[in-house]
């Protein structure tokens, strides 16, 4: 159960919630990425289909792109703070690939 799922089931003692970059339905969030996916040129979804089936997003070729993906779908600039971030998760993936 995702924490806005539990938060409706208004536990008792929760008085606030916040939920930061979290989408507010994830069917509709997949659904999308699918779209946007299946869009893409074909040897990036190759790329992405392949680490999606093999469970492997890591290696300079996904990466690639997966950068391709969110500069079409996300944004055309990615902020200083944001690209040192992918470097961070770089060195360290523990988060990420918890998520």
Do not use: Q
């Not at 003692?13 to 659904?31: C, E, Q, S, V, Y």
Request: net charge negative; hydrophobic share 40%.
């Amino acid at each position: 159960m995702g924490s806005a799922t539990w938060a409706g089931t208004k536990p008792k003692g929760l008085r606030k919630l916040i939920l930061g970059n979290a989408p507010a339905f994830i069917k509709g969030w997949t659904d999308a990425y699918l779209r946007y996916r299946d869009a893409m040129p074909e040897d990036v979804k190759r790329v992405l289909l392949e680490g999606e089936k093999n469970e492997n997003w890591e290696g300079k070729e996904y990466e690639a792109a997966m950068m391709t993906f969110l500069l079409k779908h996300c944004a055309t600039v990615f902020p200083e703070e944001l690209t040192r971030s992918f470097g961070f998760a770089g060195e360290d993936n523990t988060v990420s690939m918890t998520m």
